[in-house]
């Protein structure tokens, strides 16, 4: 009697060992593209020019089809401003991303499709150097919604490779100028491609 007590109690544990150590939490590493649209108002025209950049997310799944995921996006780029009557300046610029979503996933064998939908910042940061011909620039920072769709492929049980279109709908950044104001918002594409590490 005392070895089935025994066989059953070690039948538990080791249940909950393996629900314990089921992957609930994931990290990735991506690289993505930013680009923007040509944005119009109050006479200026805008461009971001297109660039390349790191994204880091941290995921926890609520539920096995629901996730709460938090990101960190950096690139740097350029923005082209043509205000009124004026020449054409760049500003040298550094974005970074700091933003919160909820993930929606479902699993087909080895491929996982998801949705998100979120809200966040981003830090434009002028660089006074040699790109940037206006030198007289401050830092925004503009609060936006994200959202977004991908894929990711399990190669082991611990990673997978994930390929996703992210949007950032935020108004555009003025520098503080006044001549550089267009009051009007863009919508940045964000195509990514990375890896994750399920832990």
């Known amino acids: 009697m005392k070895k089935m007590m025994l066989l059953g109690a070690l039948l538990v544990c080791a249940a909950a060992v393996g629900n314990a150590q089921e992957s609930r939490q994931d990290v990735s590493a991506s690289a993505l593209g ?3 649209p040509e944005v119009h108002g109050l006479g200026v025209q805008e461009n971001q020019l297109g660039a390349l950049g790191f994204l880091g997310s941290y995921r926890y799944s609520v539920t096995p089809r629901s996730s709460l995921e938090m990101n960190y996006m950096f690139n740097q780029t350029s923005e082209k401003f043509t205000p009124p009557g004026r020449d054409t300046v760049y500003v040298h610029t550094r974005q970074q991303e700091i933003s919160g979503a909820y993930v929606y996933s479902r699993n087909y064998k080895n491929f996982n499709p998801f949705v998100e939908v979120g809200v966040g910042g981003i830090i434009f940061t002028p660089i ?3 790109k940037t011909s206006q030198l007289d620039t401050k830092q925004n920072t503009n609060i936006g919604a994200l959202a977004g769709g991908g894929l990711a492929y399990e190669i082991s049980p611990s990673f997978d490779i994930r390929a996703e279109y992210r949007g950032f709908l935020i ?8 001549d550089y104001k267009t009051n009007r918002y863009e919508w940045l594409s964000l195509p990514v491609i990375g890896i994750a590490y399920h832990f």
């Open 171 to 178: 108004k555009t950044p003025d520098f503080g100028r006044a």
């Open 128 to 130: 006074r150097d040699f």
């Open 34 to 36: 930013v680009f923007g």
